[in-house]
């Protein structure tokens, strides 16, 4: 069940990634306004994912996953009837949207949570990469049939502004289908709340024993999420149609290739993992996927350009399944929703302040590929600073291998 709504989310996050910047450049909004909204967009699907995920294990975790359905609704159906830009603003910031064709909302930190309860430490790391592969997948295929179903509107005579809000209504759809599916979790997902101090006075943000290294890893997530922020796939598909003229179609040719690498390289990170450890694989292959980043703005062709996203997708996510399963595992059973909610809504904020510096950007010819740039160097500078500061932290399960325990996870078994 986790799965399919990991999937249906996915498709429904893929179809607006690529085109959701292309939609509101159709409506008439600058390239300012558009950054603008995108922050706002980020900020309210930060504070919302915060709010509804440290209470998650509380208040029940279907309940929760059940909330951010409606609101992924409400953010999709208002979006597509808006028609200014105050609207689109509060559609944007109070519903559960997706700039990036990547997970915004409550629904990670909890399906995580859930996994990491129904599964063994040492299988932890391999469901969760299976997890992101389903949501891979999805996001690719969501890309390219929301390509292919705007160019084949447009063909029958709609308009390009037409075609968009078509694939936002599909968006809210989808977020119905989701609800539905969160309402019939069995009650084994749910964490039995204990009675004591913690549980009523000892909790900040949902956090006792792991908040100091929840909030330090929370501080190095949003680093790399600020420089992802430059990079989004609605900024990427906005950069190919500007510098090459690309169809909507062969935009989502493009993502739904770079969706399916990212899947396969979740796939690739879990016997990696087993040999090296998270944190080391984690840092070792985010490095070189940054410095091919940085190299896509310079390639003289589109071909080029191309290739090289598409080799910086056979290994740049590798760090995402490891990262999940990382932090599930050094945080108590109890407080794992709340870890979750934390990181992921500080990669979150992160991500909403770039786009007010790199939506400008775009705008102008000389500086459009510059977030490229910016997106590398920080995101090195973030895998730098993790494997400083984690190397040393281990896992239950790498704890076990060596001998010795691990700091952050002693004690904080299932």
Sequence with gaps: MI???????????????????????????????????????????????????????????????????????????????????TLLLIAATLGVISPTGGEVGPFLAVEQACLAQLVEDRERTRYFAWYNVAGYGATALGALGGGALVEALQHQGWTALASYRVLLWVYAGLGLAIGALSWRLGEQVEHAVAAGPETKTGLLLGLGHSRSTVFKLSALFSLDSFGGGFIVQSFLAYWFQQRFGLAETAL???????????????????????????????VWTHLPSNVLLICVPLMPSLGWAVGLLLLRHTISQMDVPTRQSYVNSVVPAGERSAANGVTGTARQIGTSLAPLCAGPMLGVAALASVPFFVAGGLKIVYDLALWRSFRAIKPPEEAGASGQPGRAGQGFGK
């Design 3 to 85: 799965f399919w709504m990991r999937i249906a989310r996915m498709f429904a996050y893929g179809t607006l990634g690529v085109m959701l910047v292309l939609f509101l450049a159709a409506t008439g909004l600058s390239e300012a306004r558009i950054g603008l909204l995108l922050t706002f967009t980020f900020l309210g699907d930060a504070a919302i994912s915060l709010w509804l995920s440290t209470h998650a294990d509380r208040w029940g975790r279907r309940r929760v996953l059940v909330a951010g359905a409606v609101l992924m609704v409400l953010g999709g159906a208002v979006m597509a009837l808006a028609g200014d830009f």
């Design 252 to 282: 989502g040719g493009i993502f739904f290739g770079a969706n399916i690498l990212s899947g396969l390289s979740a796939l690739a990170a879990v016997p990696l993992a087993r040999r090296i450890g998270l944190v080391n694989t984690m």
